[in-house]
Every structure is written in structure tokens, then in C-alpha cells.
């Protein structure tokens, strides 16, 4: 048995004392205690820890895919494009990787309107590249001199079919899409963020990568093979990245979209029944935009998750929480890629 037991501790410099201290524990019921100055020896803690900021001020992320994912550079709003401009909102300068140069120097111009000249540059990159992938890296120590945060959203559909019925070379890839390409990006960045500094007394880091996944890598369902399979492995990838750059202080870890309406969807044509029906397969009823995965993703980056690394973060309006709801929706829909 507990008795809930209120301790007041008093500093004392001389005949009177200072406000007293609070504490709250939990003690045994058969402790007894004939006088407070028995425990003296307790030490009243007198500062709170560093408090996490939310800003970004001074950091460097490179986000790839962070173009808008519709077939025209200028329309919509994906999830990398999303994150950017969050990113930037944060205080941190963006480099805007993507395939398409135009759709970068889109985002570009958004962010520059908005937060000021030279707060973004775009850059054309093929993530699956290594060349690239070492020269956006490089790019992002050039204009700015340092890299804290790396977004690898870059992602397909990838082919449809079953192990039957997939092509083998359009298999390959996809995989290289999806998942070689986030390996190469951190063989380059995690080196460059290893360079930061560890400021004592700072709580923050050396560098943070934010992977993007997709329910269908947490659950089956799915009609093709080769999409859940690919974010499947990000997923584990995330882990073991964790794992493997902890020591030198970069967190890595994992945002996992679900049924977002983003161009890339909007731009299958799909029907509006078919619209109505991904948004009610999640248990808030209500339909999820590229801000959403970007809201996760910033969070992630920043000094407020200085204490997470490894973590898989559903962004699914509870999707995930309900089997048979996903499961049904999967039957018919395809989980939204993430650039």
C-alpha cells in the first residue's frame, strides 16, 4: 500500500527561509518518517532542462521531390512541396531537389516570396544517381555552408501486378526509386552532417533524416506487389539507420501518409465516389492534404524530437488504427505516393 505524500523543502541562508520547493512521491506505507530534516539529504532542483525550440533558424534541409507532383510545375500542392515551404516557415533554407528543374524553381519562388530572397535554390536531381545525389549534397554546402535535415520523399506507384504478373525490370525500378535512392541520399548527407558541431549545452543534434513511407508499407492490402514492398522497406530501413548514426547524433525516422489527396492522386482522374470513399475509410471522416504529411515531417526535423529516432509516425486519420476500415479501402484504392 501507497500513501501520496507532499514534501515541502525550505532553502535557508539564515533565519528565513526561502519559498519552499514541492516534491510528489509515492511512499510505502510502512516508512515512517519522525522528522522532515531526516531526509535533508535530498537536493531540491532549483532549473528546468533546456526547453526544445521550434525553430529552424539557421539550419539546411534538402527536401527531394519536392516539386508538386502534377504534370505542371506550377499546380498543387504534394507532400514535398508542402514540406518545404513548412520547413522554411521554421526558419531553415531549403535546398528544392526534384526531377523536374521547373516544378523546383516553382517551389522556389514560393518560398522566396514568402520568407525572403535566397532562402531556397532549386536543384535538378535523379536520386537514384549516386552522382546526383553527391552533387545535391554538395550543392546544399555551397550556398549555405552546412546540412542539418534531409527529407527523402521521392517515391512512384511503381508497376502493378502480383508476383505474377509484375515486370521484372520495372520491379527493379521501382525498388531503386523508392528505396535505393533514400540509401544514397544519406551516404552523402549523413557525412556532411557529421560535420556540424555539438554545441555544449545545445539539445539539439548533428542532423535529422525524415524518411517517407506510406501505410501500405505498414499493412497488407494492396493491389499491386511492388509499392507496399518498397515502403515496407523504408520502414525498416528508418530503423536501421537509427541505429547505425545515433552515436554521432542524427536522428532518423519515418512518416507514414496515409490516403492524402495530393496532384499526384488528382492527377488518375479519380471519380468522386471514389474520393468520397478514401476519406471515410479513417475514423476523423475527413480528407488529408500534402500539409499534413509536411506538419509530421517538420515536426520530426526539429529540436522538438530531439529524443525520437527509429520512429514510424502514421499520418492516416486513424487509417491504421482499424484493420477491416484499411483493409476494405486498400481492396479498391491505392495509398498516395509521397512527392
Known amino acids: 500500500m501507497y500513501f501520496c ?6 532553502a535557508s541562508s539564515g533565519e528565513s527561509p526561502s519559498p519552499a520547493v514541492h516534491y510528489l512521491a509515492l511512499v510505502p506505507s510502512n516508512v515512517e518518517f519522525t522528522s522532515i530534516s531526516k531526509m535533508s539529504t535530498m537536493t531540491a532542483i532549483t532549473a528546468f532542462p533546456p526547453r526544445p525550440s521550434r525553430s529552424l533558424q539557421n539550419k539546411v534541409a534538402i527536401v527531394t521531390g519536392s516539386g508538386s507532383g502534377s504534370n505542371s510545375p ?11 515551404i513548412l520547413l522554411a516557415e521554421a526558419g531553415a533554407n ?3 531537389a526534384d526531377l523536374s528543374l521547373p516544378s523546383a524553381q516553382h517551389t522556389v519562388s514560393l518560398i522566396n516570396a514568402e520568407f525572403g530572397a535566397g532562402r531556397a535554390i532549386a536543384v535538378q536531381a535523379d536520386v537514384t544517381s549516386a552522382q546526383d545525389c553527391s552533387n545535391l549534397v554538395q550543392a546544399a554546402l555551397d550556398a549555405y555552408g552546412r546540412l542539418d535535415i534531409l527529407v527523402n520523399n521521392v517515391g512512384v506507384s511503381g508497376p502493378p501486378g502480383n508476383a505474377v504478373d509484375v515486370d521484372p525490370s520495372a520491379w527493379a525500378r521501382g525498388l531503386e526509386t523508392n528505396v535505393s535512392s533514400m540509401m544514397l541520399m544519406a551516404k552523402y548527407a549523413v557525412p556532411a552532417m557529421e560535420r556540424n558541431d555539438l554545441v555544449e549545452g545545445s539539445i539539439a543534434g548533428r542532423g535529422s533524416i525524415v524518411n517517407i513511407a506510406s501505410v501500405a508499407g505498414l499493412l497488407g492490402g494492396v493491389p499491386m506487389l511492388l509499392y507496399p514492398t518498397s515502403k515496407g522497406a523504408v520502414v525498416n530501413m528508418t530503423r536501421a539507420m537509427a541505429v547505425h548514426h545515433a552515436p554521432m547524433g542524427i536522428r532518423v525516422n519515418c512518416v507514414c501518409p496515409g490516403l ?4 499526384m492522386v488528382a ?3 479519380m471519380p468522386p465516389e471514389v474520393r468520397e470513399a478514401r476519406r471515410t475509410g479513417s475514423l476523423l471522416q475527413t ?3 500534402a500539409w499534413d504529411c509536411a506538419a509530421a515531417v517538420r515536426f520530426l526535423a526539429g529540436e522538438e524530437a530531439r529524443w525520437i529516432t527509429g520512429a514510424v509516425l502514421p499520418v492516416d486519420a486513424g487509417m491504421t488504427a482499424t484493420l477491416p476500415v484499411l483493409t476494405g479501402a486498400f481492396s479498391t484504392l491505392t495509398a498516395d505516393p509521397p512527392s
Open 267 to 269: 492527377g488518375h482522374e
Open 94 to 96: 531549403i535546398v528544392c
Open 74 to 84: 506550377s499546380e498543387g500542392l504534394g507532400n514535398g512541396r508542402a514540406t518545404a
Open 260 to 263: 492524402l489527396y495530393t496532384p
Open 5 to 10: 505524500t507532499i514534501f515541502l523543502f525550505y
Open 287 to 289: 480528407e488529408g492534404n
